[in-house]
């Protein structure tokens, strides 16, 4: 609704609502795997226009946005003990959320992973600008406020996942061959799992904030002169879980509560490369607003001012330069970034065999005999989740920024057409990189080119384990239950958890771009036009060894170095009014008249492709196979690769580069073609037919090739990375 109170006062309202339902991904024709969902949209906006005065203008805007999403297993609300589980386990799960467990059967395609969730989100927005003219300038000043609100329900595998390979079927010995194909099915057929968990889950209820200011001046000068200056200031909220149902940080330094009783048990069988006085359990899990730490999952960041100009010059008549620079922050609000909950989702891991298969304490007639582990929350403190990987916000995590700027300068040469030349830079500071502080100390890896086998052992070579038996290590029970670790595990700076991440802010990137852009608009039948981008994208958001300092300065995967974009219409000039049979009679005129053709053509470079810890012998300058030359089997030279998967590399420092350049998969060319048909029925009648085709010639646009060296398609290319076969398409459109 649009209303117009009077000359001076304008408001507008409107509401949008959607809802769809979906019923995917059904694999195998049947229940055990799918996904059903449901979607709900409602949207409300409301805009109101003050003119104030005839050089000042108010506006103000307020709207509201809700998606609500549900989706599930087809089976969902399955009695559990219709399979043959035992009711003493059915029993404790709600019916309502109950489905058919993920069964992992070795060499079979894995069902029941479609699991249950629930989704609410809502976002809030209110904002007020008022413009005004001066003179030479035009002032706009304003300020906004958006509230995001995200809560979820993801109940993980809340009937539980079972998983069945060969360690209980193979024999007669430990270490017999293992058959290409059924001795997991066998291992089902007794049901004996060799592993499996349950999951049982909080919700989550988040709220982030965002406010922001700006002042903008647009200031004409003379001699066809007009320069922007802009500035803008914004402050995000971290998130907040409205009942602390999340974690702050991971605590690095803190005595662990576990430590006092591991200490005592390594002391009995310590080992050389670790002193007993060097065995400190430190660390664990920070959570939002318990122990004095704030609500917030982060510290806001205060400092996010950006800047802003621009110039336009009118170096002629037909000469246009533009130039600009901007900052802009990257918002890190509860759309983007989700709460950790450790210690308050809890999984429960299934533990068959205290003696290597000769009894079964836990079978699918009794999988937890145990019961189900009791999710701590808060309550265990820096224990929370020993002997697991931790993963959790960083508390001063900082806006990641964008510097932006360009260049351009735009001729017009007649006859409807411009031709554009320009420059586009962007860096990237502070992009957030994902940091593991708990590897093992570089000075352990080898440095050896080759596979050191006896690097490899000194490592891997299991030891006491100081954490049997610590009541702390319930969650994770290869510590409580097993005699032994590998030394490795006991050299890490947190023997006594698995990885700890968080996300730093020591990420940058650039890019660089030039760009060519023609256009012949619409004149004598036809138009045309043209786009060449020239860039090149470098990054440094991943480290090639996680033991590293500071990022890998790499190719970016994002990076397309050539862009070429050709569009054309064309009005074939038969027919009435046009060039050719202009006085053709009536059924000439609606045979041959009236036709038009469209084309889109797009080329682009391919990805650069990467490679993993791999042993390279040969000349890195002939990875690279000539364009000619190259084939899907053949993508680049395997030669000089190590391929044999006893001799691969494993405890080492890599040297290897992530990505070259140079060799890269195969880019997108695409032909879109349209036909168009008008016909003229009656004075205010028209219909128009047309055809259009998608991939008009059936390209194929393939993935990267395989770049694992002991795979069997080493260097081959086996898959495409688009869809969409030729598609045609005919309609028909009826105006009046």
């Known amino acids: 609704a649009d209303q117009v109170i009077n000359e001076r006062h304008r408001f507008y309202l409107s509401f949008s609502t959607m809802r769809t339902t979906g019923d995917q991904a059904r694999t195998l024709n049947n229940d055990a795997i799918g996904n059903l969902s449901a979607n709900r949209y409602n949207s409300i906006a409301a805009d109101y226009v003050w003119m104030i005065r005839p050089t000042t203008v108010a506006n103000l805007r307020y709207g509201v946005t809700r998606m609500a999403n549900s989706s599930g297993p087809p089976t969902q609300g399955l009695d559990l003990t219709s399979l043959g589980l035992p009711a003493n386990f059915a029993n404790r799960l709600d019916r309502t959320f109950t489905a058919l467990p993920e069964i992992d059967i070795a060499g079979m395609i894995t069902t029941g992973t479609n699991l249950p969730s629930r989704n609410g989100f809502t976002s809030q927005f209110v904002s007020g600008t008022i413009s005004q003219t001066r003179g030479a300038h035009t002032l706009r000043f304003g300020a906004e406020y958006r509230a995001l609100f995200d809560n979820g329900y993801t109940y993980g595998n809340y009937s539980g996942g079972f998983a069945f390979a060969n360690a209980w079927t193979r024999g007669p010995l430990d270490n017999s061959p293992v058959a290409p194909i059924g001795q997991g099915m066998a291992s089902f057929m007794f049901g004996l799992p060799t592993s499996g968990f349950i999951d049982v889950n909080d919700s989550s209820a988040e ?94 960041d205060r400092n996010n001012f950006s800047p802003r100009f621009g110039i336009a010059w009118q170096l002629t008549p037909r000469t246009v330069v533009r130039t600009g620079y901007g900052i802009f922050f990257e918002p890190l609000g509860s759309d983007r970034a989700e709460a950790t909950q450790l210690g308050f989702n809890q999984r429960t891991n299934m533990n068959p065999t205290n003696d290597n298969g000769q009894t079964f304490r836990a079978t699918l007639a009794n999988p937890f005999p145990d019961g189900f582990v009791a999710a701590q929350r808060s309550s265990a403190g820096l224990a929370t989740n020993l002997g697991l990987g931790l993963s959790s916000v960083f508390p001063r995590r900082r806006n990641a920024y964008m510097q932006r700027w360009s260049f351009n300068i735009q001729r017009s040469l007649g006859k409807n057409m411009v031709l554009e030349i320009g420059y586009i830079g962007n860096r990237g500071t502070g992009l957030g990189v994902g940091y593991d502080y708990n590897t093992l100390p570089a000075q352990y890896l080898s440095r050896s080119p080759e596979r050191d086998n006896a690097t490899i052992n000194f490592l891997t070579t299991n030891v006491t384990n100081p954490f049997r038996g610590i009541p702390e290590f319930v969650n994770a029970p290869g510590f409580l239950n097993n005699q032994f670790l590998g030394r490795n595990q006991l050299l890490r700076p947190y023997p006594h958890f698995g990885a700890l991440n968080m996300t730093i802010n020591d990420g940058f990137s650039w890019y660089h771009a ?179 085709a998608v991939n008009a010639f059936n390209h194929a646009m393939f993935g990267a090739p395989n770049t694992a060296p002991i795979n069997t398609l080493f260097g081959q290319v086996n898959n495409t990375i688009w869809s969409e076969q030729r598609k045609i398409t005919v309609a028909a459109r009826l105006t009046f």
């Not at 409205?242 to 690095?252: E, P, V």
């Not at 591991?262 to 065995?279: K, V």
């Open 514 to 692: 030039g760009t060519v852009r023609f256009e012949k608009r619409f004149q004598s039948g036809y138009s045309l036009g043209g786009h060449w981008t020239w860039s090149k994208f470098m990054e440094a958001v991943e480290r090639l060894n996680p033991q590293d300092l500071h990022p890998h300065h790499v190719i970016s995967p994002q990076d397309r170095p050539h862009h070429i974009a050709i569009n054309g219409m064309w009005d074939l000039p038969f027919g009435k009014g046009k060039r050719l049979l202009t006085a053709a009679p009536r059924w000439l005129d609606y045979a041959a008249g009236g036709w038009s053709i469209n084309a889109i053509y797009q080329w682009q470079s391919g990805p650069p492709i990467g490679f993993g810890n791999v042993i390279f012998r040969g000349n890195i300058q002939r990875l690279v196979i000539p364009y000619a030359e190259r084939t899907v089997e053949r993508w680049f030279n395997t030669a000089g690769f190590e391929t044999n998967a006893a001799l691969q590399l494993e405890q080492n420092y890599r040297t290897f580069p992530l990505r070259f350049t140079g060799l890269r998969a195969d880019g997108w060319n695409n032909w879109d073609l349209s036909l168009f048909k008008n016909f003229k029925i009656a004075e205010r009648w028209n219909l128009q037919l047309r055809a259009e």
């Open 207 to 300: 709220k982030s904030g965002y406010s922001g200011v700006f002042l903008q001046d647009d200031w004409k000068l003379p001699r066809a002169l007009t320069l922007n200056l802009g500035l803008r200031y914004e402050l995000e909220q971290g998130i907040t879980e409205r009942f602390n149902r999340a974690n702050r940080g991971i605590d690095l330094n803190a005595i662990n509560p576990a430590n006092n009783a591991a200490r005592a048990a390594y002391a009995l069988n310590p080992i050389p490369e670790l002193p007993l006085n060097a065995f400190q359990l430190r660390g664990g899990l920070r959570f939002a607003g318990v122990g004095g730490e704030p609500r917030g999952l982060w510290d806001p």
